[in-house]
């Protein structure tokens, strides 16, 4: 077979970046407008205990489902309230549905946040060259360890480990 050379990828327009800038902020404030960050808390669990009940005991799919992607929403859009939502997970769940349901959120949610940061901010990140050299060498040498580094260490936010990858040109 003869080589096929590949076609440089096309330039990201400026219109497809405001459209994601335009989406992410229409998503914070309609949840703010909304009053979604008052609901998170504790009181307002203990409060609805019995309806969240009845709702999952009839509706078990579709409260799994509408879980993970209210899950998917609050992580790629970095969302304050993923405690709350993972904490109610195992209550309506159980220990092991819960953790699933919190998992494949997890992973949508922060697949979605790298993507969108991939898109929207890395090639003006790695076109201005605003990580040292010696941070990009290093996981362009290793990637997988400083993957598992930024996951493993306590100290980095779950929103920054999403999205460091993204500028440091790791693949989906």
């Known amino acids: 077979m003869a080589d ?3 076609a440089p990828p096309a330039r990201r327009g400026i219109w497809g970046r405001l459209a994601l800038v335009a989406v992410f902020a229409l998503g914070l404030f309609a949840a ?3 009053g ?3 609901y998170l808390n504790f009181e307002t669990l203990r409060a609805q205990r019995e309806t969240l009940n009845a709702f999952v005991a009839t509706n078990q799919v579709l409260a799994f489902a509408a879980f993970i992607a209210i899950y998917v929403v609050v992580t790629a ?3 304050p309230g993923a405690f709350w939502i993972t904490i109610l997970g195992g209550y309506l769940f159980g220990l092991v549905g819960g953790a699933v349901a919190t998992t494949i959120g997890a992973t ?8 969108i940061a991939r898109y929207l901010l890395a090639d003006t990140s790695r076109a201005r060259r605003t990580l040292p050299e010696s941070i990009e060498a290093g996981f362009e040498e290793n990637a997988i360890s400083y993957l ?3 996951r493993l260490v306590p ?3 779950f929103f920054i480990a999403n999205v460091a990858p993204a500028f440091l040109g ?3």
């Open 4 to 6: 096929v050379e590949q």
């Open 32 to 34: 703010w407008r909304f």
């Open 36 to 38: 979604v960050f008052d």
């Open 77 to 79: 859009l970095a969302l």
């Open 108 to 115: 949508l949610g922060a697949t979605a946040l790298f993507v």
């Open 148 to 150: 598992l580094t930024l």
């Open 155 to 157: 100290v980095v936010p």
């Open 170 to 172: 790791a693949r989906a």
